[in-house]
């Protein structure tokens, strides 16, 4: 029987978490699995506590947002360690992709019985900060600095928070020159942003890459190009299903490793959490993490 360690964001949706893992520990242990809690003071101390859960062998359930999720993966990331993860934050976007259900039930079912699957991670490495491992994508552009008014939104909770952020970034972004790599070719794009994905979705259910995939061993590289504001709030409601990608202002391309830079300080994300300025690089870290799903 398979004995799990919860790592815990007290932050992420208050006390949306804690219900969130309550509902699920009742039927991890009424199946006989071991159920340890931890709750993290950080996210630098939630990579602790994941990396120490897993050298004991342990399953370790991220229990929040991507967040959470990003940096409890990225800590388990080429360990060998399996994660689980229990979504309970804003955008949950890494586990829709992974096609995870909400029910407490089905989830421990998952848990449970499922087999480990081998996804990607996202190696990100700056100038600005130490190098880490993430899940879902590294953003550069409006949609990083939307991600940062969502993140300081005291009353906007959800979709309605990144909706909210978007458009308070729209009407302020001016098109910034990208100098984008794709494996060692060079792009020059001008416009709103450069996403490397893994993950389909991002900014709480948004298909930014509708074909990514998280074991295919490739970074889905979305450019939207410079438009009109009332063009790009089109395309901001088109990714709700992804049609966005047939607007000619779009560009994908596929690549292993993309270097972003720009001609001014344009701020980059990855997974709702890293908050920094271009340049960065994302390199796939193929079927790196073990993940039950």
Same mark, same amino acid.
């Given at each position: 029987?398979?004995?799990?360690t919860?790592?815990v964001?007290?932050?992420?949706?208050?006390a949306?978490a804690?219900?969130?893992l309550?509902?699920?520990?009742?039927?991890l242990?009424e199946?006989?699995?071991?159920?340890?809690?931890?709750?993290?003071?950080?996210?630098?101390?939630?990579?602790?506590?994941?990396?120490d859960?897993g050298?004991?062998?342990r399953?370790?359930?991220?229990?929040?947002?991507?967040?959470?999720?990003?940096?409890?993966?990225?800590?388990?990331s080429?360990t060998?360690?399996?994660?689980?993860?229990?979504?309970?934050?804003?955008?949950?976007?890494?586990?829709?992709?992974?096609g995870?259900?909400?029910?407490?039930a089905?989830?421990?079912?998952?848990l449970l019985?499922?087999?480990p699957r081998?996804?990607?991670?996202?190696?990100?490495?700056?100038?600005?900060?130490?190098r880490?491992?993430?899940?879902g994508?590294?953003?550069?552009?409006?949609?990083?600095?939307?991600?940062?008014?969502?993140?300081?939104?005291?009353?906007?909770?959800?979709?309605?928070?990144?909706?909210?952020?978007?458009?308070?970034?729209?009407?302020t972004?001016?098109?910034?020159?990208?100098?984008?790599?794709v494996?060692?070719?060079?792009?020059p794009?001008?416009?709103?942003?450069?996403?490397?994905?893994?993950?389909?979705y991002?900014?709480?259910?948004? $298909?930014i890459?509708?074909? #990514? /995939? !998280?074991?295919? @061993?490739? %970074?889905? *590289?979305?450019?939207?190009?410079?438009a009109?504001?009332?063009l790009?709030?089109?395309?901001?409601?088109?990714?709700?299903?992804?049609?966005?990608v047939?607007?000619?202002?779009?560009?994908i391309?596929?690549?292993?490793?993309?270097?972003?830079a720009a001609?001014?300080d344009?701020?980059?994300?990855?997974?709702?959490?890293?908050e920094? $300025?271009?340049?960065?690089? #994302? /390199? !796939?870290?193929? @079927?790196a %993490?073990? *993940?039950?799903?």
């Amino acid at each position: 029987m398979r004995q799990f360690t919860a790592v815990v964001n007290p932050t992420a949706g208050g006390a949306t978490a804690a219900a969130a893992l309550l509902a699920l520990a009742r039927h991890l242990r009424e199946a006989g699995a071991g159920l340890r809690t931890e709750y993290s003071r950080s996210l630098a101390h939630a990579r602790e506590l994941a990396r120490d859960a897993g050298r004991e062998g342990r399953v370790v359930l991220a229990v929040g947002g991507d967040g959470i999720a990003g940096g409890v993966g990225g800590a388990l990331s080429g360990t060998g360690a399996t994660l689980g993860l229990v979504p309970a934050g804003r955008g949950n976007d890494f586990a829709r992709a992974l096609g995870l259900p909400g029910d407490p039930a089905a989830l421990a079912r998952i848990l449970l019985d499922h087999a480990p699957r081998p996804v990607d991670t996202i190696e990100v490495e700056s100038a600005v900060h130490d190098r880490v491992v993430v899940l879902g994508s590294v953003y550069a552009g409006v949609d990083a600095l939307a991600n940062r008014h969502a993140n300081r939104s005291g009353l906007l909770r959800g979709s309605a928070s990144y909706y909210a952020g978007g458009l308070r970034a729209v009407t302020t972004w001016r098109a910034a020159r990208y100098r984008v790599t794709v494996d060692g070719e060079e792009h020059p794009h001008t416009g709103y942003t450069v996403v490397a994905a893994n993950s389909g979705y991002y900014g709480s259910g948004r $298909v930014i890459a509708p074909d #990514a /995939r !998280v074991d295919d @061993g490739l %970074l889905d *590289v979305v450019m939207i190009r410079q438009a009109p504001r009332r063009l790009f709030f089109a395309l901001m409601d088109e990714l709700r299903t992804g049609a966005h990608v047939h607007r000619p202002q779009v560009r994908i391309l596929r690549g292993r490793e993309i270097r972003i830079a720009a001609d001014r300080d344009v701020p980059y994300g990855a997974d709702g959490e890293v908050e920094a $300025v271009l340049p960065v690089t #994302a /390199r !796939v870290l193929p @079927g790196a %993490l073990r *993940v039950l799903c």
